[in-house]
């Protein structure tokens, strides 16, 4: 057990039930276990199984899982059953090595809208309504830090997390008379099963991470799960429509980077 703060059990959620995509593994996995440390009731829905997510159940909180591939219409009556006050769109993914626009094949451009976009659509319109009758939610959105900035060799993936972000912005305007509140999280930098830094990068570089970020890195998928559980609570009540960057302070510091001899440059030699 982790005595992170996104795992500290306090009464942030106490009574209120949410849904989180993808929540098996990974930055999903986090936002489950730390709602539930918060005393919600958490229904993860995954194509994979949920195995043993640790977390202290002092608050009361609870999870459980629903297999399912996000991709597969229609929504199951399950989630709507659930009554959630918090959705957690989490599940998004490149798919593949990078690789040139001119040399995509068109089908892997469906599969990106899929994988990222339009599953969000769907599942955010069958809860909505449910949402309204309650008189409130919480949306949150998980992007990308290229939803802001270039990815070469995943041109499409990027354009369709950019698409995630306007509708986060558009919805949060729509839906904030009813008291439902929509923002998006973009992460960069996050060890997780999709972009393993521990194996991806080499032991002998390890000591470059302060010149990838300003905070260093990798960040863990717990420092999404805390930004995700102030826009989930009442703290974050008169928020909504924008985007909190979880990257170490890749999106802000855009290409500076610290040199060795001290100062910064955004025109290094040796990238
Ligand atoms: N890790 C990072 O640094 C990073 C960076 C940018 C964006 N993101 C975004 O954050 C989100 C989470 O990323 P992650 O790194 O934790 O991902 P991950 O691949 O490690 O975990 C994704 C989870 O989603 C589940 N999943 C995959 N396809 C599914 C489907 N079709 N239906 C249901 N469940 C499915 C997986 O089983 C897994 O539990 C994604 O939207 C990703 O684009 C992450």
Known sequence: ???????????????RR??????AQ???????????????DVLVADIEPLGELDFDPTAGGSVTGLEWDVSAS???????????????????????P?????????????ELHEINFAHVLR????????MTERGGGSIVNLTTVEAHRAIPGHSVYSAYKAALTQFTSSLAAEVGPSGIRVNAIAPDLVETVQVPYASLVPEEDRELW?????????????DV???????????????????????????SSGGWVPRRSGGWTNRPRNP
Do not use: K
């Open 210 to 222: 302060p010149t990838w970020s300003p905070l260093g890195g990798p960040g863990r998928p717990e």
């Open 98 to 110: 990078p690789h040139t626009f001119a040399t995509n094949e068109p089908s892997l451009w469906d």
């Open 225 to 251: 799960a805390g930004v995700a559980l102030f826009l989930a609570s009442d703290l974050s009540r008169f928020v909504t429509g924008g985007t909190i960057h979880v990257d170490g302070g890749t999106h």
């Open 1 to 15: 057990m982790s005595n992170l703060m996104a795992y500290t059990p306090g009464a942030m959620l106490t009574g």
């Open 26 to 40: 990974g930055i999903g996995a986090a936002i489950a276990r730390s709602f539930a440390a918060h005393g919600a």
């Open 74 to 96: 229609p929504c199951p009556p399950e989630l709507v059953d659930h009554r959630p006050d918090v959705l957690v769109n989490n599940v998004g993914h490149y798919l593949r």
């Open 123 to 130: 599942l955010t319109q069958a809860l909505l309504p449910g």
């Open 18 to 23: 949410a849904v989180v995509t993808g929540g």
